[in-house]
């Protein structure tokens, strides 16, 4: 398997060799930012485009299909388009915060964006506390939310932050128990040491019941963290315009757009990580020819692949489920989801150390 | 541990606040660009809030449901106890069944915290 790490200490020493250490090492933050910046860009447009497309697919309708072949260059004619339109400046709103609000929700999306095991050598921040670093930043986000709704000075956009703001605080509790129970799982809170432990085989083979039943509840939980039906009241069309973006135009609405597609990414790319190994290959032990034919395919199209895959489910449950009432979100959450999760903890704790198999 | 972060950058806080700045330089560029790009129209329309067409009454940052407070405190509460658990989740193989006895003790408080809220009825939406 390709290993990204010799392209970048050979990018290292051409630099080294060049001008001094820290001029080298400026250089290298800055290829590093450019590199975050079209990574994110493009997997935005991206999703922008899958979502449609599948969108699209389960209504049996055809989707974007003129801007390009297949419609892919739609997106790019979509970002252009939000970028010719007018910023609106409002009457009544608290300036300062209505222009802080969309910093706070992409430095969220982008600060967990760079956490992410991209594939073998390719890891861009690499703590030792990895995983509680990306969840810990994941929550800025819910501040950018309420900022934005509180301060655009309009009831709809009020209510509609204060229910995000209610369900993603709610919901961040299951995606912090699951992650517990898969951080106890591996031993270790560091993303390559997560990557590493799941050589032998993926946690959702090796973990038995209590890694299934973390996954199930991860998945719903971040469904809802990412503000996606059927959890979207926060943006409830038939009910709140357009929940707490109502008053964003043009290019500051395209950030929460862009961040919430990016959220989707994350989640799914953490679910990949924790369960489905990361950038590791599929292994079957005792089929040797298919196991060098899975080391074949880089890293980063496995992360990014799983990834997609685990996205898809999640826009499947977007056109599949009716969308539920605040009192039944919160009923799920803290009725079902938060004591399932703590017997499940238990569980897993039982799993390690007395061994037992389910 | 070793660290394995791109370009052997041994300082993983320079690498946070690379993303932080990328992040911050990617709203500030398109806000820039849509600066010089977008047009400008004047209307005194333009400017009310986007309600129901007529002028809206009284100020929007008033008080709401005291419900969402109620679920914020409850949030904090586990939120802060799970990162207690964090810890001890990385040792939980070497520490084996002592580990288990004492965090046992902690785990049945939260439980205990849980099942407390659940009696009051602070779970139920009101």
């Not at chain 1, 250089?27 to 449609?52: D, P, Q, S, T």
């Not at chain 1, 209504?59 to 004619?77: D, E, I, M, Y």
């Not at chain 2, 400017?47 to 679920?71: D, H, K, W």
């Not at chain 2, 409850?74 to 040792?91: G, H, I, Q, S, Y």
Request: net charge neutral; charged share 10%.
């Amino acid at each position: 398997m390709f290993d990204f790490s010799i392209v970048t200490s050979w990018i290292d020493n051409l630099l080294k060799g060049w001008m001094p250490s820290w001029a080298a090492t400026t250089v290298e933050c800055v290829l590093i930012g450019v590199g975050l910046l079209l990574a994110y860009a493009l997997l935005a447009l991206f999703y922008i485009y899958f979502e449609r497309k599948v969108c699209a697919a389960f209504q049996c309708r055809l989707g974007p299909n003129r801007v390009g072949p297949w419609g892919v260059l739609q997106s790019f004619a979509d970002m252009f388009k939000i970028l010719i339109k007018e910023l609106i400046t409002l009457n009544h709103i608290d300036k300062f915060l209505f222009a802080l609000a969309p910093y706070l929700v992409i430095i969220a999306s982008m600060m967990s964006f760079a956490v992410l095991p991209w594939g073998k050598g390719l890891q861009i921040i690499d703590f030792n506390i990895g995983i509680f670093f990306l969840i810990a930043v994941s929550s800025i986000g819910v501040l950018g939310i309420l900022l934005a709704g509180w301060s655009s000075n309009n009831k709809f956009t009020l209510i509609g932050a204060l229910r995000s703001g209610a369900q993603m605080v709610s919901y961040e509790l299951s995606i912090g128990l699951s992650v517990l129970t898969m951080v106890a799982f591996a031993g270790t809170m560091s993303v390559t040491g997560i990557v590493e432990a799941q050589k032998e085989g993926w946690f959702i083979f090796t973990g038995h019941i209590p890694a299934l039943i973390a996954f199930v509840i991860y998945l719903i939980a971040g469904t809802a963290e990412t503000n996606r039906g059927p959890f979207d009241l926060p943006e409830a069309e038939s009910e709140l315009t357009a929940g707490y973006h109502t008053e964003y135009s043009g290019i500051h609405f395209g950030f929460f757009y862009l961040a919430e597609y990016l959220n989707l990414f994350i989640v799914s790319g953490v679910a990949s990580l924790l369960f489905f190994g990361g950038w590791m290959p599929l292994h079957i032990s005792g089929w040797e020819g298919f196991n060098m034919v899975m080391d074949w395919i880089p890293s980063v199209v496995w992360f990014i692949g799983k990834a997609i895959v685990i996205s898809f489910i999640i826009i499947w449950f977007k056109w599949t489920f009716p969308r539920l009432r605040i009192d039944q979100l919160l009923a799920l959450e803290w009725k079902y989801l938060l004591p399932i999760n703590l017997v499940n903890l238990v569980l897993m704790v039982i799993v390690i150390i007395y061994g037992l198999h389910f | 541990m070793i660290s394995l972060d791109i370009f052997g950058i041994q300082n993983s806080a320079l690498l946070v606040i690379v993303a932080l700045l990328t992040g911050v330089a990617l709203v500030a560029l398109a806000m820039w660009i849509a600066g010089l790009i977008s047009p400008r129209s004047f209307n005194p329309q333009k400017g009310e809030a986007y309600e129901c067409g007529i002028p809206t009454r009284g100020n929007s940052m008033t008080r709401f449901s005291v419900g969402y407070y109620l679920f914020a405190i409850l949030f904090l509460m586990f939120d802060v106890e799970t990162v207690f658990l964090f810890p001890w989740a990385v040792k939980v193989r070497e520490l084996g069944t002592d580990g288990i006895i004492s965090i046992a003790v902690f785990f049945s408080i939260l439980v205990l915290g849980l099942v407390y809220a659940w009696r009051k009825g602070a779970l139920e939406w009101k």
